[in-house]
Every structure is written in C-alpha cells, then in structure tokens.
C-alpha cells in the first residue's frame, strides 16, 4: 500500500513541500494537498487589490492547474479537525488517513479582545479581503461626504503598504486630501513607539517621515481599545472618528491549529524543532506562519514571511523523504533574504539585515518577485511531470545529483 502524505494549505509553504515531496519520491507516494480555496495567491501583493491596481485573478494560480499535472490529489475543502492519535484528518465532505502530515494552515487576524474591533473593521488577510476593502473605498469615494476618515490599525508592513494604496486611490479619485483641511484623511494607529516593528532603524524613521509628508497622520505608541460604528477609542481615552477602519493589526494561530492537542508556545503557535516536526510526534511536520520553530538554543527569531515559509516547505518535504528511506533529517537553518515593502506607485522600502535603500526601483521590484513566483509555480508541474517520465532519473536520486533541467 502506497504511503499516503496530505498536507494542509496551498500557500508558499504548502506547495513548496507537495513539489519537493513529488520530485524526490515520484510515484512511490501519494500526496494529497487539501486547501478550502481553490487557487494559490501571491499574497504579498494584496495590498494593491485593494486600492484596485490589480484584481484577485491577476495574483491567482488554480491550484488544480498547478498539482494535476504535478501528480498531486488536489482536494477543496475546508478541515475541521486533525486527530493525531490515529493519523486522520476530517474535512467537511470526508476523513482522510495519512502517514505523513504537514500543516501549512497560515494564520487569522488577531483583534486582541478590543471591543468591536472584528464587527466594525475590515479584514486585511486574504485577496477576498481586499476585493471588500476596495468596493468599499470606492463607494466611499463615490458618495462624496464632506469628511471621509480612513483609520488603519497596525504600522507593520501590511499596514504601511495599505497606507501608499490609499494615498493613491484618493489622488486618482480626485478628492482633496490631508489633515488640514482636505475632504479626506488617513490615519494610521501603531501601538510601538515606530511604524515597522523589526525592521532596521533607519527603515521606519524613513516609512513614518515618508508618509507624514504625504499627508497621513501616524499616531504611535497608543493602542485601540474599543471599535464603534463610527469612532474609535485610543489607550489615553482620545476617541477619533472613522468612516472606514482597515485592520492591519496583528496575527493569530487559527482555530484548527487552537484545537490541536500538541505542544505550543506560549501565544498559541505549533511548536516544531529544528526538523520541521511536532516534538511529540515526528509524522506530523508543520510550516510557515502557524509555527513557533524551536532551535538547538531555542526559539528561532522569525519573522512570519513567504520566503521563510517557502523553505520550511521544501525542507519538510526533503525530511519526509528522507525518513521514508531511514535516513537522517536535515536541520533547518533560516536563511536571510531582502524585505520589499512598497508604499503606493512612487516608493519602496528595501531592506536585506541593517542595509536599508528606498526609492520607486523597490516598486518594480516586487512586481518582478510576483511576476517570477507565479511563472515558476505555473511551470513547475510541468518539470515534475517531466521529471517522472525521464529515463535515467532514479540514477541521478540515487547519486544524490541536481537534476539537469
């Protein structure tokens, strides 16, 4: 009977580990990949959806067009429950058995117990998320009220990536714009004493002068402590107006992740050593935002990034394979890559360790990281399919050669 590997999300980690699994076990496994949405979007560019630059679709790849050809089972469905003990997964249509488990599940946005917060806001996680922003602000815009107040809670990359679309949205929309005296105003509520919290210094003086300058008004160091219909109320009891509030503002492990009865760190996250497996059981590995990695040292200081999900995905996929064949698991080591966060049409911030450079180049740069991720993954299938059929391949696995193409 053929080993059965199902893994959870068709993110960066998710696919990364169902096309590593794939090339290195060929037909010998059967992998199940099992996603409630049926496409695989490039999530860091969201953030232009909802100012309209882009839709959805442009950012999105079919994630049956990507794993059929590939040999992968794709299965669309939401999981409700994962029973470790017996190695099941339930779905809502049906259970799945497994030998292998990697949960690439992402996270859910966390509104910290705020009163009204997750009635009153916006989300800002998903690209449907973002398809709402838009629709929203453009009926805003439309209406035309004599004073519109757009309030978006968090300043980390998210928030002030949200904060360059909607500064671009209103100028395309013709709406006089800023705090004094303008139509519409931004405001943006960071609760650290900066906007862009783990980047270098110089990073997030330069986002908050930037925008100011722009016309946004950047409150830091205050938290929201209560969301109203029309209101929101600041740690010091200053209650501002908001027409429209976009929660940008923190993430959370999701629900399914909450119920599993395995080890986790103290704000909730799934915890996997250094192996990409649970401690307490190393069939069931675990990548990108929903874990807490646990080094030789201890916690590995991540940031929840597609780049770090992506190799997580692929060495999980690498230990899978090689415990199938008794041999030792691969160590993971992060490796460190730029950061790119755009802030509308005209600027960007990179940044790769304490290097910091700004300026419209970092824009373009991103489109072309989104333009090449996608091309790969549409590509991909395609080599693996290739790769199964090419003779001569188990002789290049065996030798532990890289395969020429």
Not at 328 to 349: D, E, H, N
């Amino acid at each position: 009977m053929s080993t059965a590997i199902v893994i959870v999300g068709g993110g960066f980690g998710g696919l990364e580990a169902a096309f590593t699994l794939k090339s290195l076990t060929g037909d010998a496994i059967t992998i199940t990949l099992v996603d409630r949405d049926g496409f695989h979007s490039f999530i860091p560019s969201i953030h232009e959806v909802s100012s309209g630059k882009i839709t959805s679709r442009s950012i999105q790849i079919p994630l049956e067009t990507m794993l059929s050809p590939a040999g992968v089972q794709f299965v669309r469905d939401a999981v409700i429950a994962i029973d470790p003990a017996n190695r099941r997964l339930t779905t809502a249509a049906q259970a799945l058995d497994y030998d292998y488990l990697v949960l690439a599940t992402g996270a859910e946005n966390h509104f910290f117990g705020v009163p009204g917060a997750e009635e009153y806001s916006f989300r800002f996680r998903t690209p449907d998320d973002a398809e709402r922003i838009h629709a929203n602000l453009v009926r805003l815009l439309e209406e035309e009220q004599k004073d519109l107040h757009l309030v978006l809670a968090g300043g980390g990359t998210e928030g002030v990536e949200v904060a360059g679309e909607l500064l671009d949205l209103i100028r395309d929309s013709g709406r006089e714009f800023g705090p004094d005296g303008g139509s519409v105003a931004i405001t943006l509520v960071e609760a650290q004493q900066q906007l862009l919290p783990g980047f270098p210094p110089e990073a997030r003086a330069f986002a908050e002068k930037y925008l100011r300058e722009q016309g946004v008004t950047i409150i830091t160091g205050q938290r929201i402590t209560a969301v109203q219909k029309g209101s929101i109320v600041l740690t010091a009891g200053r209650e501002l107006p908001q027409s429209m509030l976009i929660w940008t503002g923190g993430i959370k492990p999701s629900r399914l992740i909450d119920g599993l009865p395995l080890p986790k760190d103290p704000v909730g996250w799934l915890l996997v050593n250094d192996r990409l497996h649970s401690p307490a059981d190393d069939r069931l590995y675990a990548v990108g935002d929903c874990v807490a990695v646990q080094g030789p040292n201890g916690p590995l200081p991540l940031q929840r990034l597609a780049y770090h999900a992506q190799d997580q995905g692929a060495l999980a996929g690498i230990n899978i394979s090689r415990d199938l064949r008794g041999r030792a698991l691969m160590r993971y080591a992060p490796k460190y890559k730029p950061q790119l966060v755009s802030i509308g049409r005209g600027m960007g911030i990179y940044t790769q360790g304490d290097v910091f450079k700004a300026g419209a180049w970092v824009d373009a740069l991103k489109k072309a990281v989104e333009r090449k991720h996608l091309m790969s993954y549409l590509t991909r299938p395609l080599l693996s399919s290739i790769s199964r059929k090419v003779p001569g391949i188990d002789l290049f696995k065996r030798l532990g050669l890289k395969l020429p193409f």
